[in-house]
DNA sequence: AAACAGGCCTAAA
DNA sequence: TTTAGGCCTGTT
């Protein structure tokens, strides 16, 4: 990957597919924004950054170091997204949802936070998720200065598990609040080892996190493909539920996909809430 | 107004 | 093993 150091940050010249707006809208991840010029500024891993399209690439502000440290894993820059959507274009139904999707890239985001977000994120849409999660990060994260204002880092495991579900009551999030709580303490107090899961295979890291309380197939299978890096992970909401039998009936098995199926999941998602899928 | 959201849990077949 | 109803809250 090309980049240089220049006025702002960091420029680069991402290789292949790389779609900001795919990318941050297609339900990964909640704390990234546009502006009116599709310029994104985003809160993750810590930091408050601005990803700015510029000729012939991308500007993000940040240093040099971080951009190598942080960010370029942040953003899967190790793999060849056109490539992987070339294998997984196996079928007219694929190829349609491949192309619809060409852009995307999977995150690879911080493990705790991507766990207490998709717990709140059961049974609600991402506009509420986002309020909600701006709020938990208003009242409970570290400030950071940036741009001549002020953002929220996404508070630790150790700082909600010090909290009382009273003391979250303003964050509207109902029933889920014991959820995180519980969550925040299992890891805390080293039940749950997010780093150690992330080095088990599929199963036993869902498994592992499915013991917890409020978490279940659909929100251990995103924990499993946004942040914990194993591949093989599908995880089927409505909408999925309704492409997938739409296409490949009830015993669909997403192992027909092999290490490609997380991917081939945001494919198939992306163009099942925003492409026009003739079948569904 | 009543139903429904990008689930999960529990109880009951 | 599968299914129904309830759950906080906000929106329609």
Same mark, same amino acid.
């Given at each position: 990957m090309q980049s240089e150091t220049t006025e702002g940050g960091i420029f680069f010249r991402p290789e292949d597919d790389f779609d900001p707006a795919k990318i941050f809208e297609c339900g990964q991840c909640f704390r990234w924004n546009p502006d009116r010029s599709g310029t994104y500024t985003g809160v993750a891993m810590g930091r408050?950054?601005?990803?700015?399209?510029?000729?012939?690439?991308?500007i993000i +502000?940040?240093?040099?170091? !971080?951009? /190598?440290?942080?960010w370029f894993d942040y953003f899967d820059?190790?793999?060849h997204y056109a490539d992987m959507r070339a294998r997984l274009s196996t079928d007219a139904y694929m190829r349609a949802a491949c192309e619809h999707g060409a852009g995307i890239r999977l995150l690879n985001q911080d493990k705790w936070e991507t766990l207490c977000s998709f717990i709140l994120s059961q049974c609600n849409n991402i506009g509420r998720i986002k309020k909600i999660v701006e709020a938990l990060c208003r009242a409970h994260g570290d400030p950071i200065a940036f741009e001549g204002g002020v953002r929220y880092t996404f508070?630790?495991?150790?700082?909600?598990?010090?909290?009382q579900a009273e003391d979250l009551v303003p964050l509207r999030a109902g029933y889920r609040v014991p959820y995180i709580l519980s969550a925040?303490?299992?890891?805390?107090?080293?039940?749950?080892?997010?780093?150690a899961l +992330?080095?088990?295979?599929? !199963?036993? /890291?869902?498994?592992?996190?499915?013991a917890e309380r409020g978490i279940g197939d659909k929100v251990a299978n995103c924990v499993i493909l946004f942040s914990l890096r194993i591949p093989e992970a599908f995880p089927i909401d409505v909408h999925m539920k309704r492409a997938v039998e739409a296409h490949y009936g009830k015993l669909f098995d997403p192992s027909v996909f092999g290490e490609l199926?997380?991917?081939?999941?945001?494919?198939m998602f992306h163009y099942q809430r925003t492409g026009k899928d003739p079948y569904t």
């Amino acid at each position: 990957m090309q980049s240089e150091t220049t006025e702002g940050g960091i420029f680069f010249r991402p290789e292949d597919d790389f779609d900001p707006a795919k990318i941050f809208e297609c339900g990964q991840c909640f704390r990234w924004n546009p502006d009116r010029s599709g310029t994104y500024t985003g809160v993750a891993m810590g930091r408050a950054v601005r990803l700015q399209a510029c000729e012939g690439g991308y500007i993000i +502000s940040c240093t040099e170091k !971080d951009f /190598a440290d942080i960010w370029f894993d942040y953003f899967d820059f190790g793999r060849h997204y056109a490539d992987m959507r070339a294998r997984l274009s196996t079928d007219a139904y694929m190829r349609a949802a491949c192309e619809h999707g060409a852009g995307i890239r999977l995150l690879n985001q911080d493990k705790w936070e991507t766990l207490c977000s998709f717990i709140l994120s059961q049974c609600n849409n991402i506009g509420r998720i986002k309020k909600i999660v701006e709020a938990l990060c208003r009242a409970h994260g570290d400030p950071i200065a940036f741009e001549g204002g002020v953002r929220y880092t996404f508070p630790s495991a150790e700082k909600l598990a010090s909290l009382q579900a009273e003391d979250l009551v303003p964050l509207r999030a109902g029933y889920r609040v014991p959820y995180i709580l519980s969550a925040a303490r299992s890891v805390a107090e080293g039940r749950l080892d997010l780093d150690a899961l +992330s080095g088990l295979s599929f !199963d036993a /890291a869902l498994h592992a996190l499915k013991a917890e309380r409020g978490i279940g197939d659909k929100v251990a299978n995103c924990v499993i493909l946004f942040s914990l890096r194993i591949p093989e992970a599908f995880p089927i909401d409505v909408h999925m539920k309704r492409a997938v039998e739409a296409h490949y009936g009830k015993l669909f098995d997403p192992s027909v996909f092999g290490e490609l199926a997380g991917l081939a999941q945001q494919y198939m998602f992306h163009y099942q809430r925003t492409g026009k899928d003739p079948y569904t």
